[in-house]
C-alpha cells in the first residue's frame, strides 16, 4: 500500500505568517492527492484536491500543488481558526491511505 | 439540505457484530460513492472501503476484508457499515462521507459514530 508521510509533526506558527506542509508517497499517486483539515470534535474537511484544485467556499490563503510522490499544502497569511489536524490522502491506489497528520498551532 | 447523518454511539463486546447507518439527503443519492473512514487515536484515519451506490460495487481495505460488509438501501438512500468479530483495537470514531468519483477526495462527511469495544 502506498505509505503517506507528512512533515512537519507538530507546527507552532504566529498569526499572519505562512505554513506549508509536505506529503511525500512512497509510490506516485499522480494527482490523486487531496488535503483535508480537521479541528477537534469535528469531521475532517476537504481543503484540497487532486493535488492543486481549491473547494468552493475555502478561504483563498490554502494552495497546493505537487504531482507524483511530492506535494504540499501552503497556508499563507494564517488566522486563529487554522489551528487544527491537516491530513493529506491518496486514492490513486487501494487501499486509500492517509498521511498521519500534522497538528498547527498558532502562536 | 445536503447532508450525512449517521446513527449514535455504540458499546459492544469482543467479537460482537455492530452495524452503522448513515443516512443521506438533499443530493442525487446514486452519483456519489460512499467511503468509510476509521479514527482511532494514536493511529489517525483508516480507510475501510468505499460502495458505489448505483450498483452496489464495493471494494474493501485489506486489512478490514472479511470482517467488513458495506451496503446501501436506494429507497432510503441510505448506507450501512457491519463490521463483525470486533475487538477492542477497533474502538474509535467510525465516519461515512461522499465522494463523486473514485479518485477524488471525499467532500462531504457524517458527524461520526463513536464505538467503544470493551
Known amino acids: 500500500e502506498v505509505v503517506l508521510t507528512q512533515s512537519p509533526d507538530f507546527q507552532s506558527v504566529a498569526p499572519k505568517e505562512k505554513l506549508t506542509i509536505t506529503c511525500r508517497a512512497s509510490?506516485?499517486?499522480?494527482?490523486?492527492l487531496h488535503w483535508y483539515q480537521q479541528k477537534p470534535g469535528e469531521a475532517p474537511k476537504l481543503l484540497i484536491k487532486y493535488g492543486s484544485q481549491s473547494l468552493s467556499g475555502v478561504p483563498s490563503r490554502f494552495s497546493g500543488s505537487g504531482s507524483e510522490t511530492d506535494f504540499t499544502l501552503t497556508i499563507s497569511s494564517l488566522e486563529a481558526e487554522d489551528a487544527a489536524m491537516y491530513y493529506c490522502?491518496?486514492?490513486?491506489?487501494?487501499?486509500?491511505?492517509f498521511g498521519q497528520g500534522t497538528k498547527l498551532e498558532i502562536k | 439540505e445536503v447532508q450525512l447523518v449517521q446513527s449514535g454511539a455504540e458499546v459492544r463486546r469482543p467479537g460482537e457484530s455492530l452495524t452503522i447507518s448513515c443516512e443521506t439527503s438533499?443530493?442525487?443519492?446514486?452519483?456519489?460513492?460512499l467511503t468509510w473512514v476509521r479514527q482511532v487515536p494514536g493511529i489517525g484515519l483508516e480507510w475501510l472501503g468505499h460502495?458505489?451506490?448505483?450498483?452496489?460495487?464495493?471494494e474493501y481495505a485489506p486489512s478490514f476484508e472479511g470482517r467488513v460488509t458495506l451496503s446501501v438501501d436506494k429507497s432510503t438512500r441510505t448506507a450501512f457499515l457491519q463490521l463483525s468479530s470486533l475487538r477492542a483495537s477497533d474502538s474509535g470514531t467510525y465516519y461515512c462521507a461522499r465522494r463523486d468519483s473514485i479518485l477524488t477526495g471525499q467532500d462531504l462527511w457524517g458527524q461520526g459514530t463513536r464505538v467503544t469495544v470493551s
Open positions: 438533499g443530493y442525487t443519492f446514486i452519483t456519489y460513492f
Open positions: 509510490q506516485s499517486v499522480g494527482t490523486s
Open positions: 490522502h491518496q486514492t490513486t491506489d487501494s487501499p486509500n491511505t
Open positions: 460502495i458505489n451506490p448505483t450498483d452496489s460495487f464495493t
